[in-house]
């Protein structure tokens, strides 16, 4: 089945300092790459839906200068979080879909975000 | 933000015990549904799609009344392996594309 390889799964980092998110599609064409956030005992919230070679939509609410996505290639999506906060820490998520797939959606493992 | 009510949990059951989550969504214009599972610090996993027609695999049973825009999950005879936090998903359309929109979720734990 369809796989998305997400990376790290886990950082620490400082106030101030950007940390990038890696997702990978690897066994098929990414056309729509989504990124969710997860607080403590909380939904998963979209923050951005991301096609290939586009610009990112992002969600009401979600400063796109604060988290940068790119999706330069069909397997290939980062999520950056610049000058990170506190309240920045969560669980990231990607989700991935395979284009020739109806609903394939398929989500990475998933990235713990702690900054101190 | 169209939302996606479920019923806030959590349910303690015992094994082998019947238990039914419901869920509700706002947005009239949605067209597919699923249940996800979610154990605990891990990514969300597909349990089934959801049909008007209802859909069954083993124990789950989900089924979908869009009149009532109504999404309900039957697990019968739970084991000790369900107790997870599940997931009701609709798909929204958006100006990107469809993507998945989730429900707060229910947690369920299963005791022996």
Same mark, same amino acid.
């Given at each position: 089945g369809a796989v998305v390889s997400q990376h790290p799964s886990r950082v620490i980092c400082k106030s101030g300092t950007s940390v990038k998110i890696e997702c990978r599609s690897?066994?098929?064409? %990414?056309t729509t790459m989504f990124w969710y956030r997860q607080f403590p005992k909380q939904s998963l919230m979209l923050m951005a839906t991301s096609n290939e070679g586009s610009k990112a939509t992002y969600e009401q609410g979600v400063e796109k200068d604060k988290f940068l996505i790119n999706h330069?290639?069909?397997t290939l999506s980062t999520l950056t979080v610049t000058s %990170?906060?506190?309240?920045?820490?969560s669980f990231y998520i990607c989700s991935a879909r395979d284009?020739?797939?109806?609903?394939g959606y398929t989500f990475g493992s998933g990235t713990r975000l702690t900054v101190v | 933000r169209k939302e996606v009510e479920q019923d806030p949990g959590p349910f303690n059951v015992p094994e082998g015990a019947t238990v039914a989550f419901n869920c509700t969504y706002s947005?009239?214009?949605?067209q597919s549904f699923f249940w996800y599972r979610q154990d605990c610090r891990k990514e969300p996993k597909l349990l089934m799609s959801v049909y008007s027609s209802g859909n069954e695999d083993g124990r789950f049973t989900a089924q979908l009344n869009r009149a009532s825009q109504y999404i309900s999950l039957l697990i019968r005879?739970?084991?000790?392996?369900?107790?997870a936090t599940y997931l009701c998903v609709v798909t929204e359309l958006n100006q990107a594309g469809t993507a998945l929109i989730f429900g707060k979720g229910t947690t369920l734990s299963v005791s022996s």
């Amino acid at each position: 089945g369809a796989v998305v390889s997400q990376h790290p799964s886990r950082v620490i980092c400082k106030s101030g300092t950007s940390v990038k998110i890696e997702c990978r599609s690897l066994d098929f064409q %990414a056309t729509t790459m989504f990124w969710y956030r997860q607080f403590p005992k909380q939904s998963l919230m979209l923050m951005a839906t991301s096609n290939e070679g586009s610009k990112a939509t992002y969600e009401q609410g979600v400063e796109k200068d604060k988290f940068l996505i790119n999706h330069a290639s069909l397997t290939l999506s980062t999520l950056t979080v610049t000058s %990170a906060h506190p309240e920045d820490s969560s669980f990231y998520i990607c989700s991935a879909r395979d284009g020739d797939r109806d609903y394939g959606y398929t989500f990475g493992s998933g990235t713990r975000l702690t900054v101190v | 933000r169209k939302e996606v009510e479920q019923d806030p949990g959590p349910f303690n059951v015992p094994e082998g015990a019947t238990v039914a989550f419901n869920c509700t969504y706002s947005n009239s214009a949605s067209q597919s549904f699923f249940w996800y599972r979610q154990d605990c610090r891990k990514e969300p996993k597909l349990l089934m799609s959801v049909y008007s027609s209802g859909n069954e695999d083993g124990r789950f049973t989900a089924q979908l009344n869009r009149a009532s825009q109504y999404i309900s999950l039957l697990i019968r005879d739970s084991k000790l392996s369900d107790s997870a936090t599940y997931l009701c998903v609709v798909t929204e359309l958006n100006q990107a594309g469809t993507a998945l929109i989730f429900g707060k979720g229910t947690t369920l734990s299963v005791s022996s």
